[in-house]
């Protein structure tokens, strides 16, 4: 079965400073799918990325950045020069290619950025 | 189109009673999925459905709920006599196909359901 671990369970920055945030997933399948989604106060999850397990390119949108390593099974998420509106709760999920491809999701980071 | 959209975005109700959510998915989104979320844990898969077939239900889901899309449109989940381990987040994707590279899930708001 697959899991994915987000080992921060919150994070406390002050704004413009650059934050990590972590994902670990676990998986036997060789072809499998990888998410970033940001969940707001007010509940709605927001798609930020998705990854395949055969792109290990590094991704960069905006403040935004994405490191998959398939050798370390991590799937990091980096903010630069975070801001208040990027204060929310961060999970990272992950779908297989077979089956009822639905997402299995890490518990969450919550990121609190200070003015 | 606005998204994904649940009703209602809360709901108390006192243990016993019965309660239904409502889905409605982007239009022509054939896949629809049910989560569960509670308190600082991830969404937790429910259940799904390819159109109006419902291909698959988690061991979560005990026989106290049900969960229908007519027609392959919107979508209802049902709970029987609530229990206060039922009180959650119900979050409602839909998806046009299979997750995969190039398809993503998107997300409704959720329905907070309080048993007292």
């Known amino acids: 079965a697959q899991k994915v671990t987000q080992a921060q369970t919150e994070i406390s920055v002050v704004e413009k400073e650059d934050v990590t945030l972590d994902c670990v997933y676990e998986?036997?399948?060789?072809?499998?799918?990888l998410f970033w989604y940001k969940q707001p106060p007010s509940g709605e999850l927001v798609f930020l990325i998705r990854?395949?397990?055969?792109?290990?390119q590094n991704e960069i949108s905006g403040r935004y950045s994405w490191n998959f390593q398939k050798s370390t099974s991590s799937f990091n998420f980096t903010i630069t020069a975070s801001q208040v509106v990027d204060s929310a709760v961060y999970f990272c999920a992950l779908s297989l290619d077979t089956g009822r491809r639905a997402l299995t999701f890490g518990s969450g980071t919550r990121l609190q950025v200070q003015p | 189109d606005t998204g994904v959209s649940q009703d209602p975005r809360h709901k108390i109700t006192k243990r016993g009673q019965n309660v239904t959510f409502r889905c409605d998915p982007i239009s022509e989104h054939n896949r629809l999925y049910w989560y569960r979320q509670t308190l600082g844990q991830g969404p937790e898969f429910l259940t799904y459905f390819q159109n109006e077939a419902q291909l698959e239900k988690s061991r979560l889901l005990s026989d106290r709920f049900s969960a229908e899309r007519p027609k392959g449109s919107f979508s209802t989940l049902e709970i029987q006599r609530t229990e206060q381990g039922d009180s959650a987040m119900y979050l409602c994707?839909?998806?046009?196909?299979?997750?995969?590279?190039?398809?993503?899930?998107?997300f409704g708001q959720g329905t907070r359901l309080t048993v007292v």
């Open positions: 990854r395949n397990s055969f792109d290990e």
């Open positions: 994707a839909s998806s046009l196909g299979v997750v995969s590279s190039n398809t993503e899930a998107f």
């Open positions: 998986t036997r399948d060789t072809t499998y799918y």
